[in-house]
């Protein structure tokens, strides 16, 4: 089953169990409480629900094989330079640091996997062994991802805001004031504190007045946190 097909099925059954028309769900007497206890012996009675729960497990799991199938170029480079793990994802949620993972991750990020996977690499790289030498291609990424929804292209902002470095505030600049960037543009905006000057003060100013609240109350928030400061440039 191709991975497509397994993230439609997924995604088929986070809707729930599938119950049958006449379905009505069981309702505890007035006046009578259910405790956890009551709930787990009724859901263990309940062949609709047992069977759904099996399902999404066994699902669950071709998920996983299917996202390590499709990373695996990724996965084997890192094994050759010591970092075993079972997927991207178990990077971004280590508490440990890995700095030799930080160029692999940079050459594999504008490969063609799965946008889970892509997404993955790009929370990855959003640590501080990476700060300025994961700007670039972050920026090239997120050029490119133009076509995909805000959640996943917030994430290149999230990243830029801990690595970024102040030759790469024009780009950044470029990106937020391009309305077309929708929500996305958030947290690039929010990267902005990291790299403040005049110019930088000017823009944020400029944003105050954008179409996107959410873009306004970033901008009016990273403003109070620079006038905290003299610039001079």
């Not at 094994?79 to 280590?94: A, H, R």
């Not at 700095?99 to 929370?123: C, F, M, S």
């Not at 030498?133 to 050029?143: F, G, S």
């Not at 928030?221 to 440039?233: D, I, P």
Request: with cysteine.
């Amino acid at each position: 089953m191709e991975l497509s097909d397994i993230l439609e099925k997924w995604k088929e059954l986070l809707k729930g169990p599938k119950r049958p028309a006449n379905y009505k769900m069981p309702v505890a007497p007035r006046g009578t409480k259910v405790t956890g206890a009551d709930m787990e012996a009724r859901l263990a009675k309940d062949v609709d629900y047992q069977n759904w729960l099996k399902e999404k497990e066994e699902v669950g799991q071709l998920l996983s094989a299917a996202y390590a199938k499709d990373a695996k170029p990724l996965l084997d480079d890192l094994e050759k330079n010591g970092i075993n793990i079972e997927s991207v994802w178990d990077l971004v949620n280590t508490k440990s640091s890995y700095p030799a993972a930080i160029p692999i991750l940079i050459a594999h990020l504008p490969r063609p996997y799965d946008i889970k996977n892509k997404e993955g690499i790009v929370r990855a790289l959003g640590v501080k062994e990476a700060k300025g030498i994961a700007c670039r291609v972050i920026l090239d990424e997120y050029k490119r991802s133009n076509n995909e929804k805000d959640s996943y292209r917030f994430t290149f902002g999230n990243a830029m805001s801990v690595i970024i470095t102040p030759e790469y505030t024009e780009d950044v600049i470029e990106i937020v004031q391009d309305e077309k960037n929708g929500n996305s543009r958030q947290m690039f905006v929010a990267s902005l504190s990291k790299v403040g000057s005049l110019r930088v003060i000017a823009v944020l100013e400029r944003l105050l007045s954008d179409n996107n609240k959410i873009i306004r109350e970033m901008a009016q928030k990273v403003l109070l946190k620079l006038s905290k400061k003299k610039w001079t440039n």
